[in-house]
Nanobody, 128 residues
Framework: QVQLVESGGGLVQDGDSLRLSCAASGRTFSSHAMGWFRQAPGKEREFVAAISWNGGSTYYADSVKGRFTISRDNAKNTVYLQMNSLKPEDTAVYYC?????????????????????WGQGTQVTVSS
């Protein structure tokens, strides 16, 4: 059974940093892209960042570019999201996602339908 388990969320203040982790189990995703999405209350789930199988390619939503960094450790089957300079508008449940598709589709990695597995989410709350 494939599981993606996010951790690292919490309550922080405007300008603080957090590092989210997503640990995969049940299969390895070391040959596949992974991504992070988020969903704020009353809003649709939106793309945040994606990373290719070896970390050589990344793609970010404009709203987080320059503040968030996605990375991965294939030996640990884990993907990370380093979030700096957090803003109240970053408040959301953050979800990790993994695809079984081969390769990297650039901007296409921002589409939810590209991903086959999802975590249960971790809450990030940024107070002003």
């Amino acid at each position: 059974q494939v599981q993606l388990v996010e951790s690292g969320g919490g309550l922080v203040q405007d300008g603080d940093s957090l590092r989210l982790s997503c640990a995969a189990s049940g299969r390895t995703f070391s040959s596949h892209a992974m991504g992070w999405f988020r969903q704020a209350p009353g809003k649709e789930r939106e793309f945040v960042a994606a990373i290719s199988w070896n970390g050589g390619s990344t793609y970010y939503a404009d709203s987080v570019k320059g503040r968030f960094t996605i990375s991965r450790d294939n030996a640990k089957n884990t993907v990370y999201l380093q979030m700096n300079s957090l803003k109240p508008e970053d408040t959301a449940v953050y979800y990790c996602a993994a695809t079984t598709l081969a390769g990297w589709v650039g901007e296409g990695q921002s589409l939810m339908e590209v991903y086959d597995y999802w975590g249960q989410g971790t809450q990030v709350t940024v107070s002003s």
